[in-house]
């Protein structure tokens, strides 16, 4: 079955404590982004990767990191969360970012709560 | 006027009713448009794709006016399943990336 596995699905952490949120997905997509979404503002992209070894930041990258070391993982790592990174997190992929391919396929989500 | 705009509601309306949401863009070279759904704490999924006039699926008919700048998603025959939110994407180039613009969503409730 094509999915996007994210893990864990809820997360209750304390600040400053480092954390990971894994994704993966199955459908051989080169386009990998992570988003947050909170009541009010949205969708916003934390970071986005084009191919293997290739990211950038997205609209709200600050005290965020990843990595694309191969074609169907793309972790989420909070280095030092904080209380303000407390979201619903998914991550999503597309098989390009162009036209047709530019369609989504998203992750369950993960509920974060940074105390 | 803000790149992707939508009422966000609620809109409650009686199961069998006809509803309508319009989305607004401000970007008037983007070429294609995307409505995803998204249930309560899941994550979005696709519901249609416009590239050209407008879609149809079902129920469900999607309608692009470039010259206004909007997109329109059509329910037909409400079903109760239809309760969710309405989410209107945009793409936009900006340098190398495409980035997808994401509307605030429109809160849809289908009553008995």
């Known amino acids: 079955e094509a999915q996007v596995t994210q893990n864990p699905r809820y997360l209750i952490t304390v600040t400053g404590k480092k954390l990971t949120v894994t994704c993966s997905q199955n459908?051989?997509?080169?386009?990998m982004s992570w988003y947050r979404q909170d009541p009010g503002l949205g969708l916003r992209q934390i970071y986005y990767?084009?191919?293997?070894?290739?990211?950038d930041k997205g609209d709200v990258p600050e005290g965020y990191k990843v990595s694309r070391k191969e074609k169907r993982n793309f972790p989420l790592i909070l280095e030092s969360p904080s209380p303000n990174q407390t979201s619903l997190y998914f991550c999503?992929?597309?098989?390009?970012?162009?036209?047709?391919?530019?369609?989504?396929?998203f992750g369950a989500g993960t509920r974060l709560s940074v105390l | 006027r803000k790149e992707v705009e939508q009422d966000p509601g609620p809109f409650n309306v009686p199961e069998g009713a006809t509803v309508a949401f319009n989305c607004t863009y401000s970007?008037?070279?983007?070429?294609?448009f995307f409505w995803y759904r998204q249930d309560c704490r899941k994550e979005p999924k696709l519901l249609m794709s416009?590239?050209?006039?407008?879609n149809e699926d079902g129920r469900f008919t999607a309608q692009l006016n470039r010259a206004s700048q909007y997109i329109s998603l059509l329910i037909r025959d409400s079903k109760l399943s239809d309760s969710a939110t309405y989410l209107c994407?945009?793409?936009?180039?900006?340098?190398?990336?495409?980035?997808?613009?994401w509307g605030l969503g429109t809160s849809l409730a289908v009553n008995p």
């Open positions: 999503a992929s597309s098989l390009s970012n162009a036209g047709a391919g530019n369609i989504q396929y």
């Open positions: 459908m051989n997509h080169e386009y």
């Open positions: 990767s084009m191919n293997v070894e290739v990211t």
């Open positions: 970007n008037s070279a983007s070429q294609s």
């Open positions: 416009v590239y050209s006039s407008g």
């Open positions: 994407v945009v793409p936009l180039d900006a340098g190398n990336n495409r980035k997808l613009i």
